[in-house]
Antibody
């Protein structure tokens, strides 16, 4: 059973950096069959995929165009977790942030986003 | 900017059948978009229902099914239960990025 446990501050000041962590149990951040995603949800923007990190002989990242200049997702193999950093935040970045596992079924090529973290409400306000 | 479109709201009677759809602004949705479907109830994280068009997770009730229909991804609920009242989101893959639909609020009435 995969579990994702999120942690990080719920309040960030404008222009500062939003930082969240997602601790993984039941799988490995280095798995060659998984990717580790960050997603956010707000009333104005709905569910928005932000990006992912994954390991396939080396580490890769993909990011949404909307946040590409401000986002970094990093794996931490020593702690089996991954993190989100979003720079220069504004009130528009206020949202519930989720981490989620994307699993790739090697034999069939099927792909699922299956397990989600509990969500973290991050408010950007001074 | 790629847009994924779902019906904003649908209503179904208990025991009835309803189909939710998911369209892409780029054209017909195919299996190569790996359509995923999620259910979300207020105050909860989304729960995965369907992956890669028509595959169920081990926890997905049998009354939920996925398909491709008329160039769209589709989620069909057969024998709807009151507890199926929720918002449903689709998710499509665009070669390195994922895009969510705006969601369908399903009312069971």
């Amino acid at each position: 059973q995969v579990q994702l446990q999120q942690s990080g501050p719920g309040l960030v000041k404008p222009s500062q950096t939003l930082s969240l962590t997602c601790a993984i149990s039941g799988d490995s951040v280095s798995s060659n069959s998984a990717a580790w995603n960050w997603i956010r949800q707000s009333p104005s923007r709905g569910l928005e995929w932000l990006g992912r990190t994954y390991h396939r002989s080396k580490w890769y990242n993909d990011y949404a165009v909307s946040v590409r200049s401000r986002i970094t997702i990093n794996p931490d193999t020593s702690k089996n977790q991954f993190s989100l950093q979003l720079d220069s935040v504004t009130p528009e970045d206020t949202a519930v942030y989720y981490c989620a596992r994307e699993y790739y079924y090697d034999t069939s090529g099927l792909t699922a986003i299956d397990y989600w973290g509990q969500g973290t409400l991050v408010t950007v306000s001074s | 900017q790629t847009v994924v479109t779902q019906e904003p709201s649908l209503t179904v009677s208990p025991g009835g059948t309803v189909t939710l759809t998911c369209a892409s602004s780029t054209g017909a949705v195919t299996s190569g978009y790996y359509p995923n479907w999620f259910q979300q109830k207020p105050g909860q994280a989304p729960r995965a229902l369907i992956y890669s068009t028509d595959n169920k997770h081990s926890w997905t009730p049998a009354r939920f099914s996925g398909s491709l229909l008329g160039g769209k991804a589709a989620l069909t609920l057969s024998g709807v239960q009151p507890e199926d009242e929720a918002e449903y989101f689709c998710l499509l893959y665009y070669g390195g990025t994922w895009v969510f639909g705006g969601g369908t609020k399903l009312t069971v009435l």
